[in-house]
């Protein structure tokens, strides 16, 4: 998900946009991750104007001697308003999702199938779980404020609930899994310290 940060503050800097201002994200492959062991990894966002004012972007980082470039992420950015804020009944979706997991109970879920997240990336504070849906509510930790628009750790616990979907579903089911790919990201306004992010299959 930081990938998904870079894009957009990458864009929004060669476009002389607002910072803050809205965009879409289309087309997102996350082709490799980016392994960071005892020494810091220079990484590179590349940006490609096309003719119908859309940008893509694809971020690489060096290969060993001699190597082509690793690819890490590509996309295509659109500067500008694209989708437009839908507002949600907020109590009607808690009262749907009766079910509920505190962050200790979820992120003990998480480590069962492998997944050990540092506290900097355990934003879900609570999550309610309905028929097919959940609504996760998620905080961002202290210490990691920053100036960003897309924040990844909110980002991250905004795909890390998808595993209350998994929630009680049976054996074969809550495995670790990493997304590929995103179709479509719409970015109304910058992440705040306090949100709700709604999953449905």
């Given at each position: 998900v930081?990938?998904?940060e870079?894009?957009?503050a990458?864009?929004?800097?060669?476009?002389?946009?607002?910072?803050?201002?809205?965009?879409?994200?289309?087309?997102v492959v996350?082709?490799?991750?980016?392994?960071?062991?005892?020494?810091?990894?220079?990484?590179?966002?590349?940006l490609?104007?096309?003719?119908?004012?859309?940008?893509?972007?694809?971020i690489?980082?060096?290969a060993?001697e001699?190597?082509e470039?690793?690819?890490?992420s590509?996309?295509v950015?659109?500067a500008?308003?694209?989708?437009?804020?839908?507002?949600?009944?907020?109590?009607?979706?808690q009262?749907?999702?009766?079910?509920?997991l505190?962050?200790?109970?979820?992120?003990?879920?998480?480590?069962?199938i492998?997944?050990?997240y540092g506290?900097?990336f355990?934003?879900?504070?609570?999550?309610?779980?309905g028929?097919?849906?959940?609504?996760?509510?998620?905080?961002?930790?202290?210490g990691?404020?920053?100036?960003?628009?897309?924040h990844?750790?909110?980002?991250?616990g905004?795909?890390?609930?998808?595993?209350?979907?998994?929630?009680?579903?049976?054996?074969g089911?809550?495995?670790a899994?990493?997304?590929?790919?995103?179709?479509?990201?719409?970015?109304?306004?910058?992440?705040?310290?306090?949100?709700?992010?709604g999953v449905?299959?």
């Amino acid at each position: 998900v930081a990938y998904l940060e870079m894009a957009r503050a990458a864009v929004a800097q060669a476009a002389g946009m607002d910072p803050a201002g809205p965009m879409r994200l289309t087309n997102v492959v996350w082709a490799r991750l980016v392994v960071v062991a005892h020494t810091s990894v220079p990484v590179r966002i590349s940006l490609y104007p096309e003719d119908d004012g859309r940008i893509a972007f694809e971020i690489t980082s060096a290969a060993a001697e001699g190597g082509e470039a690793l690819l890490h992420s590509q996309g295509v950015a659109v500067a500008g308003p694209a989708g437009t804020a839908e507002t949600l009944d907020l109590a009607a979706l808690q009262a749907q999702c009766p079910q509920q997991l505190d962050a200790q109970q979820c992120y003990a879920l998480f480590a069962k199938i492998g997944l050990a997240y540092g506290a900097r990336f355990q934003s879900i504070r609570q999550l309610h779980l309905g028929q097919r849906q959940v609504l996760a509510e998620l905080v961002l930790p202290a210490g990691i404020e920053g100036q960003y628009g897309l924040h990844p750790s909110m980002m991250d616990g905004a795909l890390q609930a998808s595993i209350g979907l998994a929630w009680g579903a049976g054996p074969g089911h809550g495995r670790a899994a990493l997304p590929f790919a995103l179709d479509e990201l719409d970015v109304l306004a910058p992440c705040s310290q306090w949100m709700w992010a709604g999953v449905r299959p």
